[in-house]
């Protein structure tokens, strides 16, 4: 080898290692640290009163929470790191033992699901901390062999399905009488699937669903049994349940029954059977003034798919004309109804397909429906909040910012005002701009909340007004802000009922006349179903005078959320409503005659402000009780997995792994990995190492990792990889990627006992240098189109860059490939126009995709895949040793082909005399098959988290063979992991 491949190696180690140790360090900067006696609170400065509020209570919260599990006797934490990252613009939270016990927080303020709590930041804490303690009650010798090797290591990782992890997690958040399990809405799902015949079965709650609903049933299912669980036998049993779960490699359903001396089973029934289920008609359209609301459209084609979800409606009257739009999940789809001023009902146009958007969290229409503002999340390197308007009139969309949610646009005397959140850790403004309609917005106002209080739903309520719910504490309000007069009004909430999904109804009608303002809102009692609700508003020139609520006093199955005014209602006293009804795995459009339903009425309590109630947060620093230190990077690099065997790999000149050593130690920690040892077989020795990271959305990612290895002559060989990924989402459904690969080797390739003698040394004379390097960039507009797994559609084209160097000291093996290739492709979500039966795909999805220049081998490659028939299952098993979940499984037909070069040629594209002399003589091939493919779930404990593994088999016909004499037919295997 001479010094200029020397000086290669060299180089590829110093940009591998120097790489890592930048994004490491630009990654961990600036952080700091609060030290307390069992946590150690890590947060950047934005978090710095989320800091500070979390190091006073969380010991607290830990030591109530082994109380109340009755588990103090088992192992204490010990500087247990709490990292808090701000920058993700949505409120979750996750505990895990991987590489060692820790948990990360996202410091945020929530939406209306997670907004249940008295402090939200500490609640979510305790549900973590739920988990580490109640997921660590393991005995002294479990615990200290954990401790060694890995926290993670235990018998809990099988034993316990998701029902039960996040069960009793959710079960303490909701002792102290907040929390899912006293919220109506977190539990109208559970409450629904009883009136919808669709109880999932206990088996079912495990995390292994993976279609709608899916995330949510073992946190409010799991929830609500293990508090039956509890209340039934008692918080000793349940701690000695929880006990034999980390300490006994056995089945749940086994420790379920010595335990409590009943079959889960059972139990599960009767706790399905002890709930208090609203008496209700099980199809709300049965019950008189309720409607499907796209019955209502004469002359349109399009029905509610039985697994469609829509989930979002606005709407706007005004003397010229009305409008309702609505947004569906499944699809992405925004759709919209009109009906001109004076135009019958029986002339109203179909609705028409405005925009298709994936992560829409809200649509506001403007008072007058000139414009439609768009809050919406997307992936970037976290989750981040969007806001766009849509213009109604020009059809084209204006971008605002970033790091903006819950918008909504005012409307007066032709001018326009964005108003709009902007959140940073705890902290919460609402911000208004002025803009015009070619996108050129102008800052105005910003109003300040106190930390910890949260506007929700910001709604035009015409003339300037800006209407929203308001939450403080454990407290709700609908205010009222004007912004030409600056004056704060608000209504206090009943502190009975629990509220969500404002809507105004900006009009000189209905029950508040020519003065007043109609709010609609979605509402619920404990008991009950959300319900619809409405604030009759009557003004002066500057303050609310009069108030009223106007509360329906009846359940519909489904349950009212999202409230809009029906632009074709005529009433003079409450207006006929669309909202959105919420089955257990759909959702679908309805509206409601409101004349046909008693409404309960009452003055509401006004509280008038002459300007926002902004509160600076006091100093919550106390000198000498807590202090914030550096954090160093460095701080937890000695906790992590320890295997006291090496993972040292020998490659051969093609990068595949041939041998692994056995003798050593392997070090695995959060963000690297290390290796060492010795393998006897080979007599090799040598090291490995990779560093790592990926984004908090898992749109970016970067791996590189390096191996070197000696033997009793010397140096062997080295093999080094870089592997770094990046998605960036762009306009409404597209997405750019792209992707980088290079590897390295150099040195003696190990050969198998099967290539060469038995463990014989290499020598020089099998000296290799190879370098190979991938780049691609791909343009997608892949979506999801519907409900269904096969409800996907788009099209997608990219370039594939390829090189390839390959040298030895073996004159017959040297040479370079260079390509350059482009690929294209569309999914169609069906050939056949009808709509699919309930869990069965047979309207024939088809993907296609063709490559041009795919390799210095082939010119063109073309796959197309037809799903002749699929069918959703989601039963799984739960007594078996290793109990099994059937998510689905699906029949495909399949066409293949390829035009293979008679020789290599590179750079195809552009090097046509080595593209005219490789098509010379080139061979086509192609085949047919037909596949069957299972999704199987392993179901129970961490594994469900391992994603469905598609298993099937191809059998496949060749047409055209390669090379002629082989078996046309032939058998192929295939396996795939879904995450």
């Known amino acids: 080898m001479n010094a200029k491949k020397i000086k290669t190696v060299l180089l590829a180690v110093i940009l591998l290692a120097g ?24 947060y950047k400065a934005p978090s710095k009163n989320t800091a500070l509020t979390i190091s006073e209570n969380i010991d607290q919260l830990y030591l109530d929470l082994r109380k109340s599990l009755k588990t103090e006797d088992f192992y204490h934490f010990e500087h247990f790191p709490v990292y808090i990252e701000y920058s993700t613009e949505e409120l979750n939270a996750y505990f895990t033992d991987y590489p060692f016990r820790h948990i990360v927080l996202y410091d945020t303020v929530p939406n209306h699901d997670l907004a249940i709590f008295e402090n939200n930041i500490l609640s979510v804490l305790q549900h973590e901390i739920a988990h580490a303690v109640s997921l660590n009650v393991k005995n002294k010798f479990n615990e200290t062999v954990s401790n060694i090797f890995y926290n993670g290591l235990g018998f809990s990782f099988y034993t316990e399905p998701k029902f039960i992890t996040e069960g009793i997690a959710v079960q303490k958040e909701s002792e102290g009488g907040m929390g899912r399990l006293n919220n109506p809405y977190a539990l109208h799902v559970l409450r629904q699937s009883v009136i919808d015949d669709k109880v999932p079965e206990v088996q079912e709650l495990t995390g ?17 049994f293990t508090q039956w669980i509890i209340e039934s036998y008692g ?37 399905i059977s002890s709930l208090k289920i609203p008496e209700v008609t099980k199809n709300p359209y049965d019950t008189e003034g309720i409607f499907d609301y796209y019955s209502l459209f004469e002359n349109w084609n399009k029905s509610q798919k039985s697994k469609s979800r829509v989930m979002q409606v606005t709407s706007y009257i005004t003397e010229t004309d009305s409008g309702t739009a609505w947004y569906q999940s499944d699809s992405g789809e925004v759709w919209f109804s009109k009906r001109e001023a004076g135009q019958s009902k029986e002339t109203i146009k179909a609705p028409l397909k405005l925009f298709t ?20 999340i997307v992936s970037l390197e976290t989750r981040t909040n969007v806001v766009l308007i849509f213009d109604m009139k020009t059809k084209r969309f204006l971008k605002f910012s970033n790091d903006y949610r819950d918008a909504t646009v005012l409307s007066h005397d032709g001018k326009y005002y964005l108003a709009a959140v902007k959140t940073l850790s705890q902290d919460c403004t609402i911000d208004l701009y002025s803009f015009d309609q070619k996108g050129k917005f102008t800052f105005e106002k910003s109003l300040p909340l106190k930390y910890g209080d949260i506007p929700f739903d910001l709604q035009d309520a015409g003339n300037l007004n800006l209407a929203f719910i308001f939450a403080s504490v454990n407290k709700r309000f609908i205010s009222l802000y004007n912004k030409e007069l600056d004056t704060f009004n608000s209504v206090a909430v009943p502190e009975d009922i629990f509220i969500r999904d404002l809507s105004v109804i900006a009009s000189k009608s209905f029950v508040t006349g020519q003065n007043g303002i109609l709010l609609g809102f979605s509402y619920a009692r404990k008991e009950n179903f959300p319900r619809l609700g409405f604030l009759s508003l009557k003004l002066d020139d500057k303050n609310i005078v009069q108030s009223k609520f106007h509360l329906m006093a009846n359940d519909i199955s489904g349950g009212v959320y999202s409230p809009s005014v029906y632009f074709s209602s005529d009433s003079r006293k409450l207006p006929s409503v669309v909202f959105v009804s919420k089955f257990f795995d759909n959702s679908k459009l309805s509206m409601i ?37 550096t954090f160093s990077p460095f701080s937890y690099m000695f906790r992590g997995i320890f295997v006291p065997l090496s993972l040292i790999p020998l490659y051969d000149q093609e990068f595949n792994i041939r041998s692994i050593g056995l003798a050593g130690i392997t070090w695995h920690s959060k963000g690297y990995h290390v290796s060492a040892g010795f393998d006897p077989l080979t007599m090799s020795y040598g090291f490995t190492t990779s560093l790592f990271n990926q984004s908090t959305s898992g749109n970016s990612s970067f791996h590189v990792s390096a191996h070197c290895a000696f033997d009793s002559s010397g140096f062997r060989q080295t093999e080094e990889e870089i592997f770094m990924t990046s998605k960036l989402p762009f306009f409404t459904h597209s997405a750019v990627v792209f992707s980088s690969t290079t590897k390295f080797f150099y040195g003696q390739p190990y050969q198998t006992p099967f290539t060469v003698p038995a463990f014989k040394k290499q020598s020089d004379a099998y000296t290799f240098m190879t370098l190979v390097n991938q780049e691609v960039l791909e343009l997608s507009t892949v979506h999801k189109t519907g409900a269904g797994t096969h409800e996907t559609g788009g099209v997608f084209a990219g370039v594939v860059f390829n090189y390839s160097l390959l040298d030895s000291n073996i004159e017959e093996i040297n040479g370079r490939g260079l390509n350059l290739g482009f690929e294209a492709g569309f999914i169609i979500p069906n050939l056949l126009p009808f709509e699919n039966p309930e869990n069965i795909t047979c309207n024939l999805p088809l993907t296609v995709q063709a490559y041009i220049f795919p390799s210095i081998e082939k010119f063109m490659t073309f796959d197309a895949t037809l799903v002749l028939f699929a069918m959703e299952v989601q039963k799984g098993t739960y007594d078996f040793l290793l109990p099994l979940y059937l998510n689905r499984f699906y029949i495909t037909a399949k066409y293949s082909s390829a035009l293979n070069y008679s020789s290599l040629v590179n ?45 099937g088999a191809d059998l496949l016909f060749d047409i055209n063979q390669k090379k002629s004499g082989t078996n046309r037919i032939h058998l192929k295997l295939c396996s795939q992991l879904v995450f």
Do not use: H
């Open 19 to 42: 790489s890592f140790f930048y994004s490491y360090a630009e990654n961990n900067s600036k952080r700091f640290v609060i030290k307390t006696k069992y946590f150690d609170v890590i």
């Open 357 to 376: 958007m994936t992560g829409v969290e809200k649509i506001s229409f403007s008072s007058d429906g000139r414009y439609l503002a768009v809050s919406r």
């Open 208 to 224: 292994a669903r993976d279609i709608y609903p899916s995330g949510n049933l073992p946190y409010i299912f799991g929830g609500a």
């Open 907 to 951: 750079m195809a594209v552009c090097n046509p005399d080595g593209l005219r002399q490789g098509l010379d003589g080139a061979v086509y091939s192609d085949s047919v098959g037909i596949g069957f493919v299972m999704g199987l779930t392993i179901n129970t404990g961490y594994f469900v988290q391992l994603g469905t593994l598609n298993v």
């Open 593 to 629: 005659d409101t004349e046909l339903f008693e409404f309960e009425q009452f003055d509401a309590v006004l509280i008038s402000e002459k300007q926002m109630p902004v509160v600076k947060l006091p100093s919550n620093e106390k000198p000498g009780l807590l202090s914030a230190e």
């Open 235 to 271: 918080k000793d049993s349940y701690r000695e349940f929880t006990e034999s779960l980390n300490n006994k490699l056995l089945n749940y359903t086994y420790i379920y029954k010595k335990t409590f001396k009943a079959e889960i089973k059972d139990d599960y029934r009767k706790f």
